[in-house]
């Protein structure tokens, strides 16, 4: 049997060239430098100060507890590897720092205050991507994972000029995507100019909530709506968005919508899913809700620090 030629498939994908390659070689290889994960501030403030109050004290800062499980989840290191890693490095770098054990780190792992992360944040109105994806977590002790495994749903908001995460969220399984668009918006602030979404996020209180944070000025919200979607006939300033693309999809199709609108550069979410799933893994450490959604946090920070160092700029050949 002969196969079909590449260019006979209804829809076939692109290839795409690198154009900065040393520039993106050199910053990957900044991601294993380990002067980038533990900084002059972390080695400066690796010990807690007294804090006056009577009682035992604090051996550790909060960013001696973030640099260590920084370095464990970059490395893919299980808390003991991670102690004897900090260890020898000190040791070889001759500097008396007293290294946090495993117990340590678990527990203070669930009570690490919020992380700052790097942000473009600059003032001008950012054009934003959404989407969700689920991750695994812990099952115990079960010899066989059950048939309907728990998992967490983790959301994303990413600035589609930089490729940075400007907000994220944890939550359960069960939790609808469009009721987390409000709680994403609070995180940034920015004015936002755009909103791409899937279809998931198809509610008027999605389109509500992006309306709000426009600066006075109207926001472009490019969601699919469903097949069966009709023209709200007197719709509010924010479903007025909603309609425009739905005639717009009566006019050009729903293929054509996609690359005339715009709404194809979602798809740059979707690769920092892929991101997120290759390097820091597709399922949560912590087996507590509140451990989880730290490490939620830290990973957001290690892939931000990750674009700053370096990210391809690649352009169609075929």
């Not at 400066?44 to 989840?73: C, F, H, N, V």
């Not at 054990?101 to 203070?108: E, G, I, M, Q």
């Not at 693309?245 to 979410?269: A, L, P, Q």
Request: net charge positive.
């Amino acid at each position: 049997m002969k196969y079909p030629m590449r260019s006979q498939y209804k829809y076939t994908k692109s290839r795409y060239r690198i154009g900065n390659w040393p520039e993106y070689e050199a910053g990957l290889r900044r991601r294993g430098d380990l002067t980038v994960w533990l900084s002059e501030d972390a080695n400066s403030s690796w010990r807690e100060p007294p804090s006056g109050k009577p009682g035992g004290q604090r051996t550790y800062a909060d960013i001696a507890i973030e640099a260590a499980l920084t370095i464990r989840m970059i490395f893919h290191l299980p808390l003991r590897q991670t102690e004897g890693f900090l260890g020898s490095l000190a040791g070889m770098l001759g500097m008396d720092l007293p290294i946090p054990d495993p117990t340590t780190l678990s527990r203070r792992l669930k009570k690490l205050s919020v992380i700052p992360f790097h942000s473009t944040g600059n003032g001008q109105s950012i054009h934003l991507l959404i989407d969700s994806t689920g991750l695994r977590i812990h099952v115990g002790h079960m010899q066989k994972p059950p048939r309907n495994r728990a998992w967490r749903k983790l959301h994303l908001a990413v600035d589609a000029a930089s490729g940075e995460i400007v907000a994220s969220d944890l939550t359960t399984r069960r939790t609808h995507d469009c009721t987390q668009v409000p709680a994403l918006l609070e995180q940034i602030a920015d004015p936002i100019a755009s909103v791409l979404a899937d279809g998931a996020y198809d509610s008027k209180a999605v389109y509500e909530a992006a309306h709000g944070r426009g600066g006075g000025r109207t926001v472009r919200v490019l969601i699919p709506p469903r097949r069966d979607a009709q023209v709200s006939p007197e719709p509010s300033a924010a479903l007025q968005e909603r309609n425009r693309n739905i005639r717009s999809i009566r006019e050009r199709g729903r293929r054509e919508w996609h690359t005339h609108s715009g709404y194809s550069k979602r798809s740059m979410v979707e690769n920092t899913m892929y991101r997120y799933k290759t390097i820091i893994g597709r399922r949560m450490r912590s087996r507590t809700f509140d451990g989880q959604r730290v490490e939620v946090h830290l990973a957001r920070k290690i892939l931000n620090m990750m674009t700053c160092l370096g990210m391809p700029d690649s352009y169609r050949v075929a």
